[in-house]
DNA sequence: CTGAAAGCGCTTACAG
DNA sequence: CTGAAAGCGCTTACAG
């Protein structure tokens, strides 16, 4: 910096402030300038400018699987966006693991990261807010609860309308002993889908079948699969299922075709989110499209314009659309 | 810091000292030093020490795809093991596209990383090299040519012998009419697997059929999909074909369901790399396991060692192993 | 074993 | 419109 300062016969100072286009600068003077850091090929360095400015240009970006199309799906949304606005995305990955979770929060301060985004959080509200409290810059994606609301931005998938969709697809189609396959209750979608499926069958006068709820492991197929098997022998009326996600949708299928159930005509399956997966099996999951992308870009969008000043603690709800295939016509 | 070092009564060139580890610090200095950062809740500043040291403990990591199991599973055994080391990995991806692979080098130079690992560089060896030579450390993995091999370190994984493990497991099923279903030549384990596919057939006395070699979008299953089809039309004596990937080979087989051509009855079907979905579909894939994790931890040691002083420009092979399921007994 | 001081490469009030 | 100087928070020869 000092070369071109000297090469265009000014100061620091003035280098700095065409590089930033700051203050009042004459044309001739930047041109001068421009000139001689071409002629140098120089680059500013990042890193003392962060030193100087307190900014890094950097954002963390925390999901709890990076070998879950749901979740890379949306970081491709989000570095298409702040690769634009010159930000870029320090990816983490907490592997559903609370302490990782939390120690995600900590290292990305000392990274000195600018904000973060926060893709559904495990840990519980009361966990999460002193974390959100102590960044001033912080987006959740579908997090548990409410402490934190007043301080952080939030996007949210409306999963009770989208089990809604999925429900009276089913009832329409006939289906009368519905059933819905799901994760543990540790994260706000498993929640939400399972409530709303409750109100959904609820509003339809159907109750679900069986009463109690069918958990199994979430994030592979096998936990679909063994779940399902043993339910469809225990209630073989049950004539439709809606599912947490593609992935335990996928197992419930190979369960029926292992056992003969012909699917979608003994029973209709839908699945959640819409990974390519969905379209990849036989028969092809009908199932609720979540705007993955989508989210990626707009939690970035909303982080910039909070680190850019405008505090405002807005929520962002995001509607889910059915897809309609053939495990369920 | 000066807070810490007036705690602690001593001088910061004291206080770096100790939390270095560096020069002879007497017991007694260390303790007061270490009570006060304890006291005051001291974090070193990241940026600080990088603008003194010239060390940023980032790591730059570029990959061709983020949606592709393959390459992040490679990039989850890269993470743990920085995380280890304390080193941070900053995740680029290029969509496959030469320009943003170019784009990427520049930009983690601007970011001053301390090393880049590229994974699967479809950029040719004459547009790599000068990248190479202008970063001191770098781990290919996967990369074509050879002109930038005295620079860098390099991890590849052992194609032709892979392909000749599915080769003559198909021949010794009692296969005699082989193809393969490929991808454009633009990136180095799709050349070597052809090659390995033509030598492999060759030792076995066997010629190849068709003559020409099928080509086909190999970054989802559509691709092997359609091509099949077309080609188990046209050649319907073929009875084994060995795939670039398990996409195209899934895509191979779901021809084959349509087409009511029994797999492995009629056809045996081989993929390459083992990702989750081989494993998901019906008949489930036999195919070539390649350690993804490992490779992804093993970049990151050479890389390390790169940085740390021990320049050896090594080579190192993996070796790829054949797991046996439906699609090929 | 410890300290005073310069330096890393920028930015930004403060003057003019 | 431009400059001199201090400061960001560390590290590291150089002295003692």
């Known amino acids: 910096m000092a070369d071109v300062a000297h090469q265009a016969g000014v100061t620091k100072t003035t280098v700095s402030r065409v590089l930033n286009n700051k203050g009042e600068i004459s044309d001739e003077t930047r041109q001068k300038v421009l000139d001689a850091v071409e002629q140098l090929g120089y680059r500013r360095s990042r890193i003392a400018r962060s030193l100087a400015t307190d900014q890094t240009f950097l954002l963390g970006f925390i999901v709890p699987s990076i070998s879950n199309e749901f979740f890379t799906e949306i970081v491709r949304g989000a570095e298409d966006t702040a690769w634009e606005k010159d930000y870029k995305i320090l990816l983490c990955n907490t592997e559903g693991d609370w302490a990782r979770e939390e120690g995600m929060f900590l290292f990305l301060e000392d990274i000195q990261v600018d904000g973060i985004v926060v893709c559904a959080p495990r840990l519980p509200e009361e966990h999460l807010l002193p974390l959100v409290e102590q960044f001033q810059n912080v987006v959740v994606v579908n997090g548990q609860g409410i402490a934190w609301r007043e301080l952080a931005g939030s996007i949210e998938t409306d999963d009770v309308g989208g089990m809604a969709k999925a429900v009276d697809h089913l009832v329409a189609a006939g289906r009368r002993h519905l059933t819905y396959l799901g994760g543990p209750l540790d994260a706000r979608t498993s929640t939400e889908r399972y409530h709303g499926f ?122 889910q659309q059915l897809i309609i295939r053939e495990s369920a016509p």
Do not use: W
Request: with cysteine; hydrophobic share 40%; net charge negative.
């Open 198 to 319: 409750l109100n959904a069958l609820n509003a339809a006068g159907l109750t679900p079948e069986p009463a109690e709820r069918a958990i199994c492991f979430p994030t592979n197929l096998e936990g679909g699969y063994s779940c399902f098997k043993q339910l469809i022998r225990a209630y073989p009326q049950t004539d439709g299922v809606a599912c947490f996600n593609d992935l335990v949708a996928a197992g419930a299928i190979r369960a029926c075709n292992e056992l003969g159930v012909r699917v979608p005509d003994d029973v209709a399956v839908v699945g959640c989110d819409d990974i390519q997966l969905a379209n990849l099996i036989q028969p092809s999951l009908t199932t609720l499209q979540t705007p993955k992308q989508h989210i990626g870009a707009l939690a970035i969008h909303m982080l910039l314009e909070r680190i850019n000043g405008q505090r405002d603690h807005e929520t962002v709800t995001i509607d």
